[in-house]
Protein backbone atom coordinates (compact mmCIF):
# COMPACT_ATOMS: atom_id res chain seq x y z
CA UNK A 1 0.00 0.00 0.00
CA UNK A 2 1.23 3.33 -1.19
CA UNK A 3 2.73 5.13 1.64
CA UNK A 4 2.29 2.61 4.50
CA UNK A 5 4.79 0.81 5.96
CA UNK A 6 6.29 -2.29 4.08
CA UNK A 7 6.27 -5.29 6.91
CA UNK A 8 4.21 -7.95 7.11
CA UNK A 9 4.92 -9.69 10.02
CA UNK A 10 5.74 -8.79 13.73
CA UNK A 11 6.47 -10.70 16.66
CA UNK A 12 8.57 -10.74 20.04
CA UNK A 13 11.59 -11.83 20.88
CA UNK A 14 10.28 -15.23 22.26
CA UNK A 15 7.74 -15.34 18.73
CA UNK A 16 4.75 -15.89 21.54
CA UNK A 17 2.76 -13.09 20.01
CA UNK A 18 3.18 -13.44 15.93
CA UNK A 19 0.77 -10.80 13.94
CA UNK A 20 -0.24 -10.19 10.37
CA UNK A 21 0.07 -6.42 9.71
CA UNK A 22 -0.98 -6.32 6.41
CA UNK A 23 -4.74 -5.29 6.03
CA UNK A 24 -7.76 -7.39 5.49
CA UNK A 25 -10.18 -6.71 2.53
CA UNK A 26 -12.38 -4.62 4.70
CA UNK A 27 -9.45 -2.95 6.66
CA UNK A 28 -8.15 -1.66 3.11
CA UNK A 29 -11.26 0.15 1.92
CA UNK A 30 -11.92 1.35 5.35
CA UNK A 31 -8.34 3.37 5.14
CA UNK A 32 -9.28 4.30 1.69
CA UNK A 33 -12.71 5.04 2.69
CA UNK A 34 -11.27 7.25 5.49
CA UNK A 35 -8.10 9.02 3.89
CA UNK A 36 -10.30 10.00 1.46
CA UNK A 37 -12.72 11.64 3.48
CA UNK A 38 -10.61 13.51 5.53
CA UNK A 39 -8.92 14.85 2.71
CA UNK A 40 -11.92 16.13 0.99
CA UNK A 41 -13.42 17.63 3.98
CA UNK A 42 -10.07 18.53 6.07
CA UNK A 43 -8.63 22.09 6.43
CA UNK A 44 -5.94 22.70 3.27
CA UNK A 45 -5.40 25.87 4.32
CA UNK A 46 -5.03 27.65 7.95
CA UNK A 47 -8.07 30.20 7.50
CA UNK A 48 -10.32 26.71 6.35
CA UNK A 49 -10.50 26.11 9.75
CA UNK A 50 -12.68 29.03 10.47
CA UNK A 51 -14.93 27.47 7.86
CA UNK A 52 -17.46 26.23 10.42
CA UNK A 53 -19.75 25.15 7.26
CA UNK A 54 -17.00 23.02 6.02
CA UNK A 55 -16.01 21.20 9.39
CA UNK A 56 -19.84 20.84 10.77
CA UNK A 57 -19.80 18.81 7.38
CA UNK A 58 -16.71 17.09 8.57
CA UNK A 59 -18.19 16.02 11.73
CA UNK A 60 -21.12 15.05 10.47
CA UNK A 61 -19.32 12.34 8.15
CA UNK A 62 -17.50 10.93 10.58
CA UNK A 63 -20.90 10.64 12.82
CA UNK A 64 -22.43 8.79 9.81
CA UNK A 65 -20.04 6.96 9.04
CA UNK A 66 -20.59 5.15 12.71
CA UNK A 67 -16.78 5.80 13.49
CA UNK A 68 -17.29 7.05 16.56
CA UNK A 69 -19.19 3.89 17.83
CA UNK A 70 -16.15 1.61 16.77
CA UNK A 71 -15.73 0.91 20.43
CA UNK A 72 -19.30 0.31 21.63
CA UNK A 73 -20.36 -2.54 23.05
CA UNK A 74 -22.00 -5.78 21.65
CA UNK A 75 -24.19 -8.03 23.64
CA UNK A 76 -21.70 -10.07 24.76
CA UNK A 77 -19.45 -7.03 25.91
CA UNK A 78 -16.91 -7.00 23.41
CA UNK A 79 -16.12 -3.64 21.05
CA UNK A 80 -17.65 -3.49 17.75
CA UNK A 81 -14.18 -2.92 15.94
CA UNK A 82 -10.78 -3.60 17.12
CA UNK A 83 -8.07 -1.41 17.76
CA UNK A 84 -6.59 -1.88 14.74
CA UNK A 85 -9.85 -0.36 13.02
CA UNK A 86 -10.04 2.84 15.01
CA UNK A 87 -5.89 3.19 14.54
CA UNK A 88 -6.57 3.57 10.72
CA UNK A 89 -8.83 6.19 11.46
CA UNK A 90 -6.77 8.12 13.44
CA UNK A 91 -4.26 7.91 11.21
CA UNK A 92 -6.42 8.92 8.23
CA UNK A 93 -7.75 12.16 10.40
CA UNK A 94 -4.00 13.09 11.68
CA UNK A 95 -2.48 12.70 8.20
CA UNK A 96 -5.47 15.66 7.35
CA UNK A 97 -5.00 17.24 10.48
CA UNK A 98 -8.92 16.64 10.50
CA UNK A 99 -10.53 19.28 12.72
CA UNK A 100 -13.00 16.79 14.32
CA UNK A 101 -13.33 14.98 17.72
CA UNK A 102 -12.72 11.11 17.46
CA UNK A 103 -10.11 9.55 19.50
CA UNK A 104 -12.01 11.69 22.46
CA UNK A 105 -15.24 10.19 21.83
CA UNK A 106 -13.61 6.58 20.94
CA UNK A 107 -12.08 6.78 24.24
CA UNK A 108 -14.91 7.69 26.24
CA UNK A 109 -17.20 4.83 24.58
CA UNK A 110 -14.33 2.14 25.32
CA UNK A 111 -14.31 3.17 29.39
CA UNK A 112 -18.30 3.14 29.19
CA UNK A 113 -17.95 -0.68 27.75
CA UNK A 114 -15.93 -1.74 29.55
CA UNK A 115 -18.25 -0.39 32.90
CA UNK A 116 -21.22 -1.99 31.00
CA UNK A 117 -22.86 0.85 30.22
CA UNK A 118 -23.75 3.01 27.03
CA UNK A 119 -21.90 6.09 25.77
CA UNK A 120 -23.42 9.01 26.60
CA UNK A 121 -23.37 10.90 23.79
CA UNK A 122 -20.95 13.81 23.24
CA UNK A 123 -19.15 12.66 26.66
CA UNK A 124 -15.44 12.51 26.28
CA UNK A 125 -12.96 11.39 28.92
CA UNK A 126 -11.47 13.85 31.60
CA UNK A 127 -7.86 13.38 32.31
CA UNK A 128 -5.33 14.87 34.78
CA UNK A 129 -3.84 18.22 34.44
CA UNK A 130 -0.52 16.87 32.95
CA UNK A 131 -2.55 14.29 30.34
CA UNK A 132 -1.62 10.97 31.74
CA UNK A 133 -3.94 9.30 33.14
CA UNK A 134 -8.01 9.89 33.89
CA UNK A 135 -9.04 11.99 35.85
CA UNK A 136 -9.71 10.69 39.50
CA UNK A 137 -12.54 12.30 41.74
CA UNK A 138 -12.64 10.78 45.50
CA UNK A 139 -15.24 12.63 46.40
CA UNK A 140 -19.08 14.91 45.36
CA UNK A 141 -17.31 17.16 43.15
CA UNK A 142 -13.60 17.77 41.45
CA UNK A 143 -11.14 18.79 44.01
CA UNK A 144 -8.36 20.00 41.79
CA UNK A 145 -8.47 21.54 38.13
CA UNK A 146 -8.93 18.44 34.99
CA UNK A 147 -9.08 18.95 31.39
CA UNK A 148 -11.82 17.31 28.87
CA UNK A 149 -10.03 16.36 25.52
CA UNK A 150 -11.16 16.27 21.71
CA UNK A 151 -14.86 16.82 22.49
CA UNK A 152 -17.25 17.40 19.33
CA UNK A 153 -20.04 19.72 20.55
CA UNK A 154 -20.51 23.21 21.46
CA UNK A 155 -21.99 24.23 24.84
CA UNK A 156 -21.30 21.96 28.09
CA UNK A 157 -19.17 19.38 28.22
CA UNK A 158 -19.81 15.99 29.70
CA UNK A 159 -16.46 14.00 30.53
CA UNK A 160 -16.12 10.92 32.10
CA UNK A 161 -14.16 10.49 35.86
CA UNK A 162 -13.02 7.81 37.73
CA UNK A 163 -14.74 7.99 41.47
CA UNK A 164 -12.52 5.29 43.55
CA UNK A 165 -14.98 2.47 45.07
CA UNK A 166 -13.77 -0.73 47.09
CA UNK A 167 -10.79 -2.24 44.96
CA UNK A 168 -11.99 -0.43 41.55
CA UNK A 169 -13.70 2.53 39.86
CA UNK A 170 -17.13 3.65 39.27
CA UNK A 171 -17.98 6.16 36.61
CA UNK A 172 -18.76 9.69 36.93
CA UNK A 173 -19.80 12.38 34.39
CA UNK A 174 -18.68 16.11 34.99
CA UNK A 175 -19.66 18.90 33.24
CA UNK A 176 -18.41 22.32 32.23
CA UNK A 177 -19.25 25.22 29.86
CA UNK A 178 -15.90 27.25 29.83
CA UNK A 179 -14.02 28.20 27.21
CA UNK A 180 -11.45 25.77 24.89
CA UNK A 181 -7.48 26.64 25.51
CA UNK A 182 -4.56 24.79 24.16
CA UNK A 183 -1.84 24.49 21.36
CA UNK A 184 -3.47 22.01 19.10
CA UNK A 185 -6.42 24.42 16.87
CA UNK A 186 -8.09 21.19 15.11
CA UNK A 187 -9.18 19.50 18.74
CA UNK A 188 -10.67 21.44 21.66
CA UNK A 189 -9.52 21.28 25.25
CA UNK A 190 -11.42 22.40 27.55
CA UNK A 191 -10.66 23.10 31.87
CA UNK A 192 -13.23 21.67 34.72
CA UNK A 193 -12.14 23.56 37.44
CA UNK A 194 -12.94 22.53 41.22
CA UNK A 195 -15.47 22.38 42.65
CA UNK A 196 -17.44 21.05 39.81
CA UNK A 197 -19.79 18.01 40.83
CA UNK A 198 -19.51 14.85 39.70
CA UNK A 199 -22.45 12.35 38.69
CA UNK A 200 -22.14 8.99 39.38
CA UNK A 201 -23.44 7.12 35.76
CA UNK A 202 -26.21 4.85 35.87
CA UNK A 203 -26.56 1.14 35.48
CA UNK A 204 -22.78 0.22 35.92
CA UNK A 205 -23.04 -3.48 35.96
CA UNK A 206 -19.10 -3.56 37.50
CA UNK A 207 -16.47 -2.03 38.65
CA UNK A 208 -13.20 -0.65 36.77
CA UNK A 209 -10.37 -2.67 37.76
CA UNK A 210 -6.44 -1.92 37.15
CA UNK A 211 -6.70 -4.50 34.11
CA UNK A 212 -9.71 -2.40 32.44
CA UNK A 213 -7.80 1.38 33.13
CA UNK A 214 -4.34 -0.40 31.62
CA UNK A 215 -6.27 -2.04 28.58
CA UNK A 216 -7.89 1.57 28.30
CA UNK A 217 -4.74 3.31 28.17
CA UNK A 218 -2.78 0.94 25.99
CA UNK A 219 -6.23 2.03 23.28
CA UNK A 220 -4.84 5.86 24.22
CA UNK A 221 -1.50 5.12 23.26
CA UNK A 222 -2.26 3.02 20.49
CA UNK A 223 -4.79 5.71 19.10
CA UNK A 224 -2.47 9.05 19.81
CA UNK A 225 0.51 7.11 18.35
CA UNK A 226 -1.47 6.18 14.77
CA UNK A 227 -2.55 9.78 15.02
CA UNK A 228 1.35 10.82 15.00
CA UNK A 229 2.02 8.66 12.23
CA UNK A 230 -0.59 10.23 9.80
CA UNK A 231 0.18 13.88 11.09
CA UNK A 232 4.05 13.08 9.94
CA UNK A 233 3.10 11.81 6.69
CA UNK A 234 0.76 14.38 5.70
CA UNK A 235 3.26 17.30 6.94
CA UNK A 236 6.01 15.79 5.41
CA UNK A 237 3.65 15.41 1.39
CA UNK A 238 3.32 19.15 2.24
CA UNK A 239 7.26 19.84 2.23
CA UNK A 240 7.51 17.37 -0.27
CA UNK A 241 5.16 19.54 -2.31
CA UNK A 242 6.57 23.15 -1.44
CA UNK A 243 10.54 21.72 -2.00
CA UNK A 244 9.45 21.12 -5.30
CA UNK A 245 7.61 24.24 -6.44
CA UNK A 246 9.71 26.44 -4.49
CA UNK A 247 12.49 28.02 -6.17
CA UNK A 248 15.78 29.74 -5.25
CA UNK A 249 18.46 30.75 -7.61
CA UNK A 250 16.02 29.20 -10.52
CA UNK A 251 15.85 26.11 -9.48
CA UNK A 252 13.63 24.08 -7.00
CA UNK A 253 14.95 23.96 -3.34
CA UNK A 254 14.17 20.36 -3.58
CA UNK A 255 17.41 19.48 -5.76
CA UNK A 256 19.47 20.90 -2.49
CA UNK A 257 21.40 17.93 -1.58
CA UNK A 258 20.78 19.62 2.19
CA UNK A 259 16.65 19.66 1.63
CA UNK A 260 16.87 16.09 0.07
CA UNK A 261 18.52 14.64 3.25
CA UNK A 262 16.49 16.45 5.46
CA UNK A 263 13.48 15.19 3.78
CA UNK A 264 14.96 11.54 3.51
CA UNK A 265 15.31 11.23 7.19
CA UNK A 266 11.80 12.66 7.91
CA UNK A 267 10.68 10.03 5.85
CA UNK A 268 13.01 6.84 7.55
CA UNK A 269 11.74 8.47 11.07
CA UNK A 270 7.93 7.75 9.45
CA UNK A 271 8.69 4.61 8.66
CA UNK A 272 10.33 3.34 11.57
CA UNK A 273 6.67 5.23 13.65
CA UNK A 274 4.39 3.56 11.26
CA UNK A 275 6.21 -0.53 12.17
CA UNK A 276 6.19 0.94 16.12
CA UNK A 277 2.49 1.59 15.75
CA UNK A 278 1.03 -1.15 14.21
CA UNK A 279 1.98 -3.46 16.57
CA UNK A 280 0.41 -1.86 19.89
CA UNK A 281 -3.01 -1.52 17.72
CA UNK A 282 -3.40 -5.29 17.82
CA UNK A 283 -2.57 -5.73 21.03
CA UNK A 284 -5.04 -3.47 22.25
CA UNK A 285 -7.61 -6.70 21.69
CA UNK A 286 -4.99 -9.38 21.58
CA UNK A 287 -2.92 -9.39 24.63
CA UNK A 288 -2.86 -9.14 28.19
CA UNK A 289 -3.54 -5.43 29.69
CA UNK A 290 -0.21 -5.03 31.11
CA UNK A 291 1.45 -6.24 28.10
CA UNK A 292 -0.59 -4.61 25.60
CA UNK A 293 0.27 -1.54 27.64
CA UNK A 294 3.91 -1.94 27.51
CA UNK A 295 3.88 -2.16 24.07
CA UNK A 296 1.74 1.23 23.63
CA UNK A 297 4.99 2.73 25.32
CA UNK A 298 7.28 1.58 23.31
CA UNK A 299 5.20 2.78 20.28
CA UNK A 300 4.71 6.24 21.97
CA UNK A 301 8.28 6.70 22.98
CA UNK A 302 9.19 6.56 19.00
CA UNK A 303 6.17 8.35 17.61
CA UNK A 304 6.14 11.01 20.21
CA UNK A 305 9.96 12.20 19.52
CA UNK A 306 9.42 11.41 15.58
CA UNK A 307 6.62 13.46 15.29
CA UNK A 308 8.00 16.48 16.72
CA UNK A 309 11.56 16.31 14.69
CA UNK A 310 9.78 15.66 11.66
CA UNK A 311 7.42 18.41 11.68
CA UNK A 312 10.11 20.94 12.47
CA UNK A 313 12.12 19.41 9.58
CA UNK A 314 8.79 20.93 8.03
CA UNK A 315 8.91 24.12 9.45
CA UNK A 316 12.98 24.04 8.32
CA UNK A 317 12.19 23.02 4.96
CA UNK A 318 9.69 25.89 4.28
CA UNK A 319 12.54 28.30 5.69
CA UNK A 320 11.05 32.14 6.61
CA UNK A 321 7.40 31.10 5.60
CA UNK A 322 7.17 28.38 7.87
CA UNK A 323 7.30 30.63 10.50
CA UNK A 324 3.95 32.47 9.43
CA UNK A 325 0.38 32.13 10.36
CA UNK A 326 -0.51 31.08 7.13
CA UNK A 327 1.88 28.30 6.44
CA UNK A 328 0.13 25.41 7.71
CA UNK A 329 3.10 23.17 8.81
CA UNK A 330 2.21 24.94 12.01
CA UNK A 331 -1.05 23.13 12.94
CA UNK A 332 0.48 20.23 12.19
CA UNK A 333 3.39 20.92 14.88
CA UNK A 334 0.30 21.69 17.21
CA UNK A 335 -1.38 18.65 16.85
CA UNK A 336 1.90 16.59 17.33
CA UNK A 337 2.33 18.24 20.28
CA UNK A 338 -1.16 17.43 22.24
CA UNK A 339 -0.98 13.74 20.52
CA UNK A 340 2.53 13.62 22.15
CA UNK A 341 1.71 14.98 25.32
CA UNK A 342 -1.37 12.79 25.70
CA UNK A 343 -1.05 9.83 27.59
CA UNK A 344 2.49 10.88 28.11
CA UNK A 345 5.38 11.94 25.89
CA UNK A 346 8.96 9.43 25.45
CA UNK A 347 10.36 10.35 28.29
CA UNK A 348 7.40 9.07 30.88
CA UNK A 349 6.70 6.19 28.48
CA UNK A 350 10.58 5.17 29.39
CA UNK A 351 10.46 5.94 32.73
CA UNK A 352 7.58 3.92 32.86
CA UNK A 353 9.24 1.28 30.52
CA UNK A 354 11.96 1.50 32.43
CA UNK A 355 10.55 0.86 35.60
CA UNK A 356 8.25 -2.27 34.64
CA UNK A 357 11.67 -3.84 32.89
CA UNK A 358 14.11 -3.53 35.43
CA UNK A 359 12.31 -2.09 38.55
CA UNK A 360 13.56 1.12 38.68
CA UNK A 361 11.53 3.61 40.27
CA UNK A 362 13.77 7.35 40.83
CA UNK A 363 10.85 7.83 43.43
CA UNK A 364 8.20 7.14 41.64
CA UNK A 365 5.13 5.74 43.55
Not at 92 to 120: C, Q, S, T
Not at 298 to 305: E, P
Request: proline share 4%; charged share 25%; hydrophobic share 45%.
Amino acid sequence: MPGFCKVTLICDKDSSHLMDTRDTPEQAELRRTARRLARELGPRRVADLDDHTRSERLAEAVRSAGWLELRHGTADGDPLASGVEAAIIADALGEAVADVAFVGPILAADLARRAGVGAVDGAVVAFSPDLIDAAVVPGAATNTPILAVDYAIHGPVAAYVLVPEGDGYQLALAETDGASSGADLTRRIRSIPAGVPVVRVPGQSRRLSRDDLDAWAALGLALTSADAVGLMRGVLDVSVAYAQERKQYGVAIGTFQAVQHLLAEARCLIEGACSAAQYPAWAVDQLAPDEARAAGRVAKAYCARAARTVCETAVQVHGGIGNTWDCIVHIYLRRALLSSQWFGDEGEQLRQLERRRLGVTYGLP
